[in-house]
Structures are given as C-alpha cells and as structure tokens.
C-alpha cells in the first residue's frame, strides 16, 4: 500500500449517519407532547381527574352561548388546547401516523415558527366550523384530527409530484396556485377521496376505530380548508437543491 492510499484512508470522512426518525425537529416535539399528556392522563391521572382535564382543555361550543358571567375563562384557550388531548391509544396513534406523513414536509417548508403558527390557527379554524355546525351543543371535542387535515390541505399544495415531471423531495417543489391544484390530477384524487370519506363518516359509516365513538367530520373539513386556501399565507420560498439528493428525504416526505 502506498503512502498516497494511506492518506486517502486517513482523510476520507465516514459515511453519514442515517437518523432513525428522519423527521423535523418540530414535528418530532409535537409527537412527543401529545404521547406524554396521553400517558399523564392514562397512568397519572384518576377518571375524575380525566373528565376534570377534557371539560377545562377540551372545546365544548355550549360555552359560546354562556353568558360570560356563569363561566370561567376557558373559552379562551380551549379552541387551541383540545388539540392536544385524545381519547384513546387508537386516536393518538391514527392522528400520530398521519402528523408523520404530512407534518414532516410541511414543517420542512415553512419552518418551525410558521409551524406553530400554522398548527394553533388551523386548530382554531377547525374548533370554529364545528361550533357553528354545532352551535350551543354540548358535546366536547378533543384531538389533533383537525391540525393533521390542515396540514394535509396546505400538503396539497405542494407536495405532491408534479406530472411528467422528475420528483423532488416534497418541501423543495413549487406552490401550486389554487387554480393549479385543482388542475392537478393527483391532488383533485386525494381530495376527493379525502372529502368522502369524511362524507361517510358523517352519515354514520365508521372508516376506522370504535363506531361508539363519533368523529368530528365537521372539524376535519375546517381544518382541510383552512390550509388548503390560506397556506400561501405561511409559505416561504423553497430551500435550494441540496448539492446531493439523500434518498431518505425523499421516502420520507
């Protein structure tokens, strides 16, 4: 071996390392506070406790018709923080799968402060097209359903792989307009096949879990056309090209 091979050896940097969860940091954090309040309120608290937790941090509309003089302040919060609540292992781990798949391209795009940003308003959005479907009722919803179809609205936006086109990693394509989106074939098919089956939900047709347990159809859609319309309001200009294309970016956005 020559003197030539030996400091190609020598200088030569290992391969990179492949992280386990090719996520963004952002979205990794949201996942992990949303696992430790549904351990808090599985092993921690007691049921009174529980139903204490979801009437003071869940969105009930019935407070919008109360006279501010027979209630506390949680009205003011509530429209954000029932996001952060869920019912059951299978409502975390359905809301959890879909966070992954579309939070991760989104967050990549517009960073983490638009992200947050992004999450608290298209929670509110999704809380108010279901207290005005709903309006006085007392019924209580909980959980991130109405953030994950916010983030899969503005992911129709961009995410998608153009026709005819080579495919990028999903956050470095170009926003379509509104116009182009509906022009777009592969993102009018996820639409439709995402609005009816939240059509079917509403008419009583369980897609998935306990059919017990209703589903706030009504919050999906408010979320959904939330980020659909508005996600060019939290868009920046894409990242350049990185130099190398990592294959993990792509299978995971």
């Known amino acids: 071996m020559d003197d030539s091979t030996e400091a ?138 109405g953030v994950v179809s916010g983030l899969m609205g503005a992911a129709c936006r961009f995410a998608f792989p153009p026709e005819r086109r080579t495919p990028l990693p999903a956050h470095l394509n170009r926003r379509l307009s509104i116009g182009e989106a509906f022009r777009s074939r592969t993102v009018v098919m996820f639409m439709l096949f995402w609005f009816v089956g939240n059509i079917l939900i509403a008419v009583g047709v369980p897609l998935i879990g306990d059919s017990a347990q209703p589903i706030a159809w009504d919050a999906h859609i408010g979320g959904f056309v939330f980020g659909f319309f508005l996600f060019a309001l939290f868009d920046r200009k894409p990242p350049e090209m990185p130099p190398t294309l990592e294959t993990s970016d792509i299978l995971q956005s």
Do not use: C, K
């Open 8 to 145: 190609q050896m020598v200088t030569e940097p290992p391969p990179p390392r492949i992280p386990i969860f090719n996520l963004p940091g952002v979205v990794l954090a949201s996942l992990g506070l949303l696992a430790a309040i549904y351990a808090v309120q599985l092993f921690v608290l007691s049921d009174q406790a529980v139903e204490w937790m979801f009437f003071n941090f869940g969105f009930i509309p019935l407070r919008y018709v109360t006279p501010l003089s027979q209630q506390g302040p949680q009205l003011f919060w509530t429209p954000v923080s029932y996001s952060l609540l869920h019912g059951g292992l299978e409502h975390l781990l359905f809301n959890g799968l879909w966070l992954m798949a579309f939070g991760a391209p989104v967050a990549r795009r517009i960073g983490t402060a638009r992200y947050l940003i992004f999450w608290l308003l298209s929670a509110i959005a999704s809380a108010a097209l279901h207290a005005a479907l709903n309006w006085g009722a007392p019924t209580l919803l909980i959980g991130a359903s």
